[in-house]
Structure formats: structure tokens, C-alpha cells
């Protein structure tokens, strides 16, 4: 299958600062790619979707102006953490899929977060 | 909107056993159906899905899963786990309309495989 790849895939940073995650899919290129974050036992929320060359859609509860997401290219999307708090701290994970209606989204490996 | 169900939070079997996680869905119309495995600390990984066709799909690793209709269920089986079956699986849904391929996903079933 396709591969996606996340990077990094631990990063601790300090309360305030702003940290980037990039997804990047390494042989495909990516018309849509989707943020999620994942709470200790729990299932995966879904943050946003991003489009090529287009905004965002973030879902409903999910802070925009603080968790940018940049899809400049077919096989790059980036979200940042901007002034992040310990409440931040989570499991993010990315996917991404390429066009058409019947295709599986591949998922990366993930990210751990940790604000402290 | 569609939602996914995942009756059992954690499920222990013994290595060798036979192995069924359960999954109910909802959405008005056909859905697209699909069961991710998570080990600790990793993203996803594509067990199967079912799109259409016949209701009995195969997947990686020896898993297999029906889609019944009547009952609204997508149940993950296996016939004899293996201790690296133990990990958490998200059963998710998409619905077949639109071209939002946005996901709903499970709350997972935590799989221990016994010795």
C-alpha cells in the first residue's frame, strides 16, 4: 500500500512555544489529507481536512487560528501547534487519500505530542 | 450522521483461540466499512474494508469480516490469534455519498492475547 509518513514522531516542547508536524506522502500524491488526535483510550477525533492549494475545513470545536494546517503541495501537509498549552499534549495522526470516491486513506504513524 | 459502536472496550483471548470483535453502524444508506489495527504508539493500519459485493471480505494477517445488512454489523473474526494480534482495532465508517471521505471511527476494542 501507499505510504505516509510523519514526522516527527515524538517531540516535547515548552508551554507557549509552537510546534510543526509534517505529514508527507511519499509515493502518491495527496488530493486530501485529514489531522486527527487521539486521546489516551480513546478513538481518534478528526481535526480538520485539508485540500491542496486550498483552506482547511475544521471541525466543529476545533480551534482554527490554533492549529494551523498548511497543504501546499500534493505530498505535504503541516499542522502547527501554535502556543501550545499541556492540555495540547495528544497523539496526532495523520492520513491522506488520492482522488476519486472509492479509495482507502492511509494513515501515519503518528505523533507524540508533549507540552510541558 | 453516521456513528460506529464498539460494544466490547477490551477483549482477552488465549493464543489459538478464535476471535470475534463486534461492530455496529449507523447510516441510512450503504456505508463503506472498515476495521484499522493501532499498536501501541503507531498509526493505522488497513485490516480490510467492504464497499460492495460480497458481504464476506478477506484482509491481512488472516482477518476476515461480514457485513450483514439486517443487523447493521461489521464483526472482525479470526480463527486462531496469535500473540502479535494483541494491539487496539478501530472499526470505521464512511458513508458511500459525496465525496467527503471523511471517517467516523469506533472508540476500539483493546485485544490481550493470553500465553
Redo the contacts between chains.
Sequence with gaps: ?AV?S?HPSRVICKSGTSVKIECRSLDFQAT?M?WYRQFPK???M?MA?SNEGSKATYEQGVEKDKFLINHASLTLSTLTVTSAHPEDSS?Y?C?A?TGG??????????T?LTVV | AQSVTQPDIHITVSEGASLELRCNYSYGATP?L?W?VQSP??????LL?Y?SGDTLVQGIKGFEAEFKRSQSSFNLRKPSVHWSDAAEY?CAVKGSGG?N???T????TLLTVNP
Design positions: 500500500g505516509v510523519q486530501t485529514f480513546k478513538s481518534l478528526l481536512t497523539f495522526i492520513s487519500r470516491l472509492v479509495t482507502e486513506a492511509f494513515f501515519g504513524q503518528g507524540r | 463503506y472498515f484499522y504508539g503507531q498509526g493505522l493500519q488497513l474494508k464497499f478501530f465525496s471521505y471523511k471517517l471511527f469506533g472508540k476500539g
